[in-house]
C-alpha cells in the first residue's frame, strides 16, 4: 500500500496550545508562495511589525517575529540580553520558568533563582530581596501567563521593581498576548516575546518579540558576539528592515506562516484588544460556572487566575488518561493533561485566542458530564451547561 496524502482529524482545541485556527488563518495558509525578498512580501512584513506593535502596545522598532516557536523567542531575549557573568534573578513558579533557568546558564550568566510555589504568582516580595541581596543583577526574568499552572504574575509590579534596582526584565507572554492585558510601553518592559499559536490562533512556529531603548542600548553595547548566529538580533534586524537600509537574506522567512499570522493579528485588530480581552474573561467565568455546578474545582486563586488556561481538579478516583481519550474519541475534544507537578492530578482547559468562544465552553462542559458521569464520578449531571448559560444571559 502506498502512503497517500494525510488526512488529519478536526478536532476543537482546548489545551494549553495550538488553539483552533479561524477560517480566514488557515486560508491565508494557502495563499500563493512569493519570493522572500518580493516587494510585496517586505511591504507584508512592514505591516506585520506595525500589527505587533499594535498587540504588543509598544512603538518599539525592533519588534518582529521570530521564524520559530515560543521557545526560541525565549531563547533570543536571553541570547541577546545576557552576556557571560551577568546575574540574572529567574522566577521559578511553574514550568517555564526552569526553562529560563536553563537559558541563562547556556548563555554563561549566573542564576538567582526565586522560586514560588505551583499556582502561585511570581512573589514581589521575594523579587524586591533578590535584588538587595544581587546589586549586581542586570536582569530580571519572569512568566507572566504560566500556562502549567494557570497563575498570572504582576508584570507591571515586576517590571517597576527591577528598574528601581536598575535591572532589565524578560518576560514571557507566549500565553498572555490576545487574552489579557499586555502593555509593553504602558508597563516599560524591556524585551518580551510571544508565540503563535495560543491566544493568537495561528499556525505554531513564530514567536514574535519586542526589545525596548534599554534592551536595544544593552544589545549594541555587548563586549562578546550573541553566541547564536541564528538568533542575534543586530543580524536579523537588516532583514526585517528595522535597522533601515536595504533588506538583505538573513534566513527564509516561513512566509505562508507569517501570511496566517498577519491574518491572525488583522483579526485581532478588527476585534479590538479590550474586546478580546473581555471575551476571554466571559468565556472564563462560564465555563467556571459550569464545572463549579457540576462540583468541579478550579484550585487557583480567582485573584490571579488566568481565564484562558483553567486548571481544574481532577475528581477522587478518576483515572485522567480514560477521561481525555473518551473526550477526544467520542467528541473530537482536546483538553491538556497536567503538566510536571500536576501530571494526573488536573487538567488544563484551554479557552484561547479564537477557540474561546461559547459554544466550545458547552461543548467541553456537556461532553465532560457525559463522560464522567459515565465514569460513576461523583458530580452533578446536568446542570453545567445551564449554569454557563445563565453567564451568557
Ligand atoms: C507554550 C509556551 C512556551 C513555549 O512555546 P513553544 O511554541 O511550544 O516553543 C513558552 N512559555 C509559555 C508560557 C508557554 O505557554
Known sequence: MPITSFTPPVRTLMGPGPSDMHPRVLAALS???????????IGMM????????FAYQTKNIMTMPVSAPGSAGMECCFANLVEPGDTVIVCKNGVFGTRMLENVERCGGKAVVVEDEWGSPASPNKVEDALKANPDAK????????????????AKNLTQLAHAHDALVIVDA?????????DVDGWEIDAIYSGSQKCLSCTPGLSPVSFGPRAQEKITSRKTKVQSWFLDQTLVMGY?????????????????ALYALHESLVLLEEEGLENAWKRHALNHQALKAGLEAMGLELPVDPAHRLPQLNVVKIPEGI??????????????????????????????IGLMGHASSKKNVLLCLTALDSVLTRLGAPIKSSVGAQA??????
Open 319 to 348: 483515572d485522567d488518561g480514560a477521561v481525555r481519550t473518551a473526550l477526544l474519541n467520542e467528541y473530537s475534544l482536546e483538553i491538556g493533561a497536567g503538566l510536571g507537578a500536576g501530571a494526573g492530578k488536573v487538567w488544563r
Open 240 to 256: 526585517w528592515g528595522t535597522g533601515g537600509g536595504k533588506r538583505t537574506y538573513h534566513h527564509t522567512a516561513p512566509i505562508n
Open 31 to 41: 495563499k500563493p508562495i512569493v519570493g522572500h525578498l518580493d516587494p510585496a512580501f
Open 46 to 53: 512592514d505591516e506585520m511589525k506595525a500589527l505587533l506593535q
Open 388 to 393: 454557563a448559560l445563565a453567564v451568557y444571559r
Open 139 to 154: 536582569i530580571v526574568a519572569f512568566v507572566h501567563a504560566e500556562t502549567a499552572t494557570g497563575a498570572r504574575s504582576d
Open 174 to 182: 507566549v500565553t498572555s498576548l490576545g487574552g489579557i492585558e499586555v
